[in-house]
């Protein structure tokens, strides 16, 4: 019941899959290029097989694995009983139409049904055979088809008809209590959980969906809907209302470690509209406030991860008193009662869970009924009895706790899983009902309750974690597993600072995420904090090689990187008699720099700053087949002497965005900054120097989901000055370019750049249709754009005022499938771009992003 051995047993699994591949030619092929080789064989295994196969092993190893809860398998049976199967591409890539079951929950029903109908066996010979003959697109659907006669897609609808037959029956063998859905039916999914009384005819609850970010909601029993407020990332059952206030528990990330975050707890007053964060940089969950509002019930975890129930004034956020259990059982979802003096939670240690009441006047605890292997959750006071929900039926639903008879009622029943119960004062119970659409907020009359004891309750459902079980006949637990007390010992960050995991045939620029020629040497420790690539490329178009060295550290709080590289380069220019000639020179640069990653949360708000210096040397040599001089124009030559340069850069980029949902093709309000500096203030050589300065705002567009992006930039630009000659620098010794051009127009300099441009995107359509084993079409949308740009060349030598600004522009449109090509999990934006512009001429543009 440990949910810490859960993980540990389910990653484990993971390290069995990944060891089963070192076998035959995978083998072979992490010899050859070590972690990146074996890598590249795993993504023949489906993400559904990966994940499903560990929830299979967790559930079959221990008494609380996912596979045994009815809420892991609701979203699939409600969609199949209620919509019917989707497509196999659809049920594993996802859509933006429908609402679809995460591949950790198909994973589970494919793996537990094979081995259900072919044993406990059933997939073990899978990853073996993919490791000896990985070639071909589809080898896992292959080794399928060898082993159950049908490949991934006819397996899947195989699987899901026989789910299909046995949920129905499941379904006719229970009757159903009369419940009234008083949310109003939505067009996309959408979750209305955690509801509370206001008062007896109105409620609130905290509404999540596919059309828009969480938001806390009022709703009246006739399903009128207000917008209260949009809090920030709210956890899992933490979220509570009492005497005009909302409260619930925050993630709020640190802003420098990306695997700190704190869970603060924030009230919310309904009337004078105030929010307060009342706890800073602790973790704190399931917060509850009593019924006056005054003091605050939650959980926390210390550091050490001790559990405790710690009282909070809701006014300060001061510790009142806490309390914890011997053993550190862990503490789970407090609730007051509605008179004081008792609090009710669930408890869970190695034998389970059990419903407690704690007697706050003297912090002593009581166990009011013990769950075994059940799973019990969300207790709430009603009268001196305790709802609660259960998973006895094979069915989240909510019984109640009867002090009188010491005993357990199942009091609703639904068909897909009831769950978050709370009463009014006439004990009408409101709670989250679950449906193909989503948890509907739901109310069920106390004239209505089932009340059926216990011992009459029974469980319909397919239960694959019982075969699962039986197959394994070995569930984890302290009475079986060896305890080992292991050394603990110093470790040093200096001596693991360099960990060799690959080395493959090809340069790989990973800021840029660019595969080029050349051969890699790629390190990474243990912590992540030490990253390094020793390579050769190959330009292509230069055709010429470079040694490279890259290094960055991430464990101080600015990022640390360093940079060497050394080759020849090529490059054109133009004789006095217009003849276009190559040369050849060599070329060293090092660069040395400095970032400090910044990210904030606030409300709905993500925000971040990063500034960064990055400082380098450049040195240009001869080679033997550099040329003496090269023309630069008006009868002018530039002798090609040894040069170094000192380049710096200083850039500020910052940004804040509103949260989002999968359906907004741009973020619906969010502003970038971006600042950029280049000069060469050390040595007697001149690059001269360009500042950037560009600023993008979003907008929502006419419609939802629709999206305007207004962006304008302004760019300046120096030529370089040797102090010793004031010679001007050919163009091939100055800064290029940090601001773009209008789409469709390249191939420019110019001294001064100020652009602005417009996009308008919007969706088209969902179409959700595939071709097997090729693509799957998820969305079509388009994007109108209009980009405008004021240049101003750089002055001639003989006339530097002769300067004459010229405009130039573009207007087009791009179409873009957002697809999955073969079926990879990873989704690709692949679209075409026309692009009109000042020129009289047009431009054709193939668009090619991956989007995961």
Known sequence: ???????????????????????????????????????????????????????????????????????????????????????????????????????????YQLVAAARAEYGANAWAPMPDNVARRPWGLYPFSAE???????????????????????????????????????????????????PRWINDSLLVALKTGMRDIPAVVTIDLEGNEEVLFRPGSVFPNSFDYAAGKVVWSEYNPDPRWEHRNYAEIVIYNIYTRERERITRKGKFFSPALSADGNQIAAVEISPEGTNSLVILSAITGEEVWRFSYENNDFIMQPAWHPGGGKITLVALNSKGKRLEEII???????????????????????????????????????????????????????EFGA??????????????????????????????????????????????????????????????VTRTEHDIKPYSRVKNLFHLHSWVPAHINVDLMEVEPGASLL????????????????????????????????????????????????????????????????????????????????????????????????????????????????????????????????????????????????PRQAQILDINYRHTPLGEWDMGSVFSMRGTVFFPGLIRHHGIRLSGAYQDRKRGVNEITAETLPIIYTFGNIIGYPRGISGQSHRQLRTFSADYAFPLLYPDISIPYLLYLKRLRTSLFYDHALAKPFPERNNPSAIQSETLYSWGFSLTGDMHLLGIYAPIALGVQTAFTSYNDYTFQLLFNVTF
Do not use: C
């Not at 083998?27 to 299979?56: C, M, N, Q, S, Y």
């Not at 605890?365 to 709430?380: K, V």
């Not at 040599?621 to 003496?628: G, I, K, L, V, Y």
């Open 144 to 194: 399928m088809r060898r082993q159950f006669g049908r490949g991934q897609t006819r397996f899947y609808n195989h699987t899901f008809r026989n789910l299909e037959q046995k949920w129905t029956q499941q379904m006719e063998n229970h009757s159903y209590s009369p419940l009234t859905t008083i949310s109003k039916s939505q067009k996309l999914h959408a979750n209305y959980r955690y």
């Open 1 to 107: 019941h440990d949910w810490m051995e859960r993980l540990v047993i389910h990653e484990f699994r993971h390290v069995v899959q990944i060891d089963k591949l070192n076998q035959g030619l995978t083998r072979l092929l992490g010899i050859l290029f070590g972690e990146v080789g074996t890598g590249a064989v795993v993504g023949h295994l489906p993400l559904w097989f990966l994940e499903g196969d560990a929830v299979a092993t967790e559930t079959a190893l221990t008494s609380a694995g996912r596979g045994r809860l009815p809420g892991f398998e609701q979203g699939l049976r409600a969609q199949v009983l209620t919509r019917g199967r989707y497509s196999y591409d659809k049920a594993v890539l996802g859509s933006y139409k429908d609402f679809v079951p995460n591949y950790y929950e198909l994973g």
């Open 360 to 414: 706050t006047e003297h912090k002593v605890s009581q166990t009011l009924l013990h769950a075994e292997d059940a799973d019990i959750s969300s207790p709430r006071y009603m009268s001196e009895d305790v709802i609660f929900n259960a998973t006895w039926s094979g069915i989240d639903n909510i019984y109640i706790y009867r002090r009188r008879t010491a005993l357990a009622e199942k009091l609703v029943s639904s």
């Open 419 to 480: 769950v978050n119960a709370v009463p009014n004062s006439t004990n009408t119970l409101a709670f989250s009902n679950y449906t193909a659409d989503g948890y509907q907020l739901t109310t069920l009359d106390a004239r209505n309750f089932e009340r059926n004891p216990l011992k009459d309750v029974e469980d319909h459902s397919v239960a694959f974690y019982k075969i699962l079980a039986e197959q394994e006949n070995a569930i984890i637990g302290p009475e079986n």
């Open 523 to 666: 390190f990474q420790n243990k912590l992540s904090t030490s990253f390094a690539q020793l390579g050769y490329k190959w330009d292509m178009n230069e055709e010429t090689g470079r040694f490279i060295g890259q290094y960055s550290y991430h464990g101080w709080y600015p990022v640390v990187g360093i940079t060497a590289e050394t080759g020849d380069r090529h490059l054109y220019y133009l004789t006095a008699e217009d003849e276009l000639r190559r040369f050849r020179f060599k070329e060293n640069n090092y660069r040395l720099s400095f970032s400090v990653p910044l990210r904030y949360q606030h409300k709905q708000f993500f925000y971040g700053v990063t500034p960064i210096f990055r400082i380098g040397i450049n040195d240009f040599a001869r080679s033997p087949q550099t040329p003496d001089s090269i023309f630069v124009g008006n009868n002018r030559y530039f002798e090609f002497e040894p040069t170094r340069f000192y380049p710096q850069e200083y850039r500020l980029l910052a940004y804040r965005q509103r949260r989002s949902v999968a359906r907004d093709i741009f």
